[in-house]
C-alpha cells in the first residue's frame, strides 16, 4: 500500500557568526573560498537533445557528482523480471533490471519530507512531454497553481511544464496513485530531497527510461531509513 508519511515540522535554524580581524600581513587576511569538488567531464549523453519536440539543454558541467550519473550496476534485485523499476530514496537512486545480473542506475530526486511515500506500484502507462494536471490537495497548499488543475484542463507541456519531457504514470488496484517518476528536475536538484513524491530525473535520463520501459512492469519505492527532518525543501 502506498502510503504518506507524517509531515514532521523542522525546527528554525540558527545561524551563528563570529568575526575575526587577522593581523596585518597576516596569510590569513585574505578570505579563502573553500574549492568545491572538481568533477570530471559529463558522458556525451548528458549534452543537449535534438530531436524532441521542445529543446533540452545540455547538462552544465561540474554540477552532477559522477554517483549520480547514469550507468551499469549489478542487480540486487535479480528475481524481480527485467523492467522492474527500484527506487532507493535515501540514496536517491533509480534502479532499471536489465537482468538477472545488470541493472541501470539513475540519480534522481525523491519526495520532501511529509510528501515520500513507498510501496509497490504497477507501471501503467507512460507519455511524452506530458500535460501537468495539478492535484486538488497541491492547490490547496498553493492556491495560485488552480489555473492548471485537472477542470482547467492542466499545464500545457513545454520547457516551463515541471513534468519535463517524459512520464511514467504510477497506479494500484486499478486507481491512479498521482505518483509519477518524470523529468524535469535540475541537476543541482539530484540527490535531494525536493518533491511532493514523485520521482524527478534529468531529462535526458527519463527519455532513456521512457524508451526501455515495460507496460505492466513493478515500481518498487523502498521506505525511508532517513529522520523525515534531513529532507530538504528548495
Given at each position: 500500500m502506498l502510503t504518506r508519511r507524517s509531515f514532521a515540522a523542522a525546527s528554525g535554524a540558527v545561524f551563528l557568526t563570529a568575526c575575526?580581524?587577522?593581523?596585518?600581513?597576516?596569510p590569513t587576511s585574505a578570505a579563502a573560498v573553500p574549492a568545491g569538488p572538481?568533477?570530471?567531464?559529463?558522458?556525451?549523453?548528458y549534452g543537449a537533445v535534438s530531436g524532441e519536440t521542445f529543446p533540452i539543454e545540455a547538462v552544465p558541467e561540474g554540477v552532477l557528482s559522477p554517483e549520480l550519473w547514469r550507468q551499469e550496476a549489478?542487480?540486487?534485485?535479480?528475481r524481480?523480471?527485467?523492467?522492474?523499476?527500484?527506487?532507493?530514496?535515501d540514496a536517491a537512486l533509480l534502479y532499471f533490471v536489465e537482468s538477472a545480473e545488470r541493472t541501470t542506475r539513475y540519480g534522481v530526486s525523491v519526495g520532501a519530507a511529509g510528501f515520500g511515500?513507498?510501496?509497490t506500484?504497477?507501471?501503467?502507462?507512460?507519455?511524452?512531454?506530458?500535460r501537468w494536471n495539478v492535484p486538488e490537495e497541491t492547490i490547496e497548499r498553493r492556491p495560485e497553481l488552480e489555473p492548471y488543475?485537472?477542470?482547467?484542463?492542466?499545464?500545457?507541456p513545454g520547457p516551463g511544464n515541471p513534468m519535463g519531457a517524459r512520464a511514467l504514470y504510477l497506479f494500484q488496484n486499478g486507481e491512479d496513485t498521482l505518483y509519477r517518476v518524470h523529468g524535469g528536475a535540475l541537476p543541482r536538484e539530484l540527490g535531494q530531497a525536493v518533491s511532493a513524491g514523485c520521482i524527478r530525473m534529468l531529462d535526458q535520463d527519463v527519455i532513456h527510461l521512457h524508451d526501455r520501459a515495460v507496460h505492466g512492469a513493478s515500481v518498487i519505492v523502498?521506505?525511508?531509513?532517513?529522520?523525515?527532518?534531513?529532507?530538504?525543501?528548495y
Open positions: 575575526t580581524r587577522p593581523f596585518e600581513g597576516s572538481v568533477y570530471p567531464p559529463l558522458p556525451d549523453f549489478e542487480n540486487l534485485w535479480p524481480h523480471p527485467r523492467g522492474t523499476i527500484v527506487v532507493d530514496p511515500w513507498d510501496g506500484a504497477r507501471l501503467q502507462f507512460c507519455r511524452s512531454w506530458p488543475s485537472v477542470a482547467n484542463g492542466g499545464m500545457d523502498l521506505p525511508s531509513m532517513m529522520p523525515s527532518g534531513l529532507a530538504q525543501v
